[in-house]
């Protein structure tokens, strides 16, 4: 049977379940969406995926068609290597997962160049925390060419070098290749080009993987 799921998480420095739940419920009413079951994990302490064993359950409990609701992505994982893991398992069961906060849907319908600057800023909010009181001033400050990061992003996982976008975007190539590097966008398209396709912006031909299943696979091979 086909259910749809709201999802919250509550971790020290989360923001409270009932504060989850408001957005969810709210998300949910302007989209017509019923919410058939609510999903809670609990932990006294933020947890790498790999221990976080009720929501691997609840990930493999996934059948095609169902829906997920969170209030933001950060929700699943605040860590952008765990959250694409996650996402490989929501399309490879054919899952909608609703983010609340950006009204954003992710399937296997969806533009995953959409979901970059979501995972960067994760990616940048995880170095900011970890980041010495002398970092450089201005560093995260904001840039002429914010309005083109998701061309750049497209173009770099296109295979284009920084001369040729800076060639198509009429900028300086010095200057956009401290864009590049100031926010990570190289590492980033990296650390997806994995899991998506550099030709296609659909997932209809690729083979995803969730990793919990492929380490449930393993140790059933090894127990024959």
């Known amino acids: ?5 709201s999802y919250r998480r509550q971790v020290p420095g989360f923001p409270s379940l009932a504060m ?6 709210s998300f949910a009413q302007e989209k017509e969406i019923t919410i058939d079951k609510e999903v809670v994990e609990y932990s006294t302490k933020n947890l790498p995926l790999e221990e976080r064993k009720e929501f691997e359950d609840f990930l493999r409990s996934m059948k ?4 997920v609701i969170v209030s933001t992505l950060s929700v699943l994982s605040d860590k952008a290597e765990e959250l694409i893991k996650v996402i490989n398992c929501v ?3 054919n899952v909608d997962l609703w983010v609340a906060s950006n009204s954003m849907l992710i399937n ?3 533009n995953m160049i959409e979901i970059f600057p979501l995972l960067n800023t994760l990616r940048e909010e995880g170095k900011e925390k970890n980041t010495q009181i002398g970092r450089p001033k201005g560093s995260k400050s904001n840039s002429k060419f914010d309005v083109y990061h998701s061309k750049i992003v497209n173009f770099l996982a296109e ?6 976008i800076a060639r198509g975007l009429e900028v300086s190539r010095s200057s956009l290749k401290d864009y590049i590097q100031s926010r990570n966008i190289k590492d980033l398209v990296e650390g997806i080009g994995a899991h998506v396709s550099e030709t296609q912006r659909s997932m209809d031909n690729i083979v ?11 140790n059933e091979k090894r127990a024959l």
């Open 20 to 25: 989850q739940q408001q957005k969810i419920l």
């Open 108 to 110: 296997k319908e969806s």
């Open 1 to 5: 049977m086909v259910y749809s799921y």
């Open 91 to 93: 399309l490879m069961h």
């Open 64 to 67: 095609d068609g169902n829906v």
């Open 159 to 164: 295979g284009m070098s920084v001369s040729a």
């Open 208 to 218: 995803l993987i969730c990793p919990f299943e492929e380490v449930q696979k393993l």
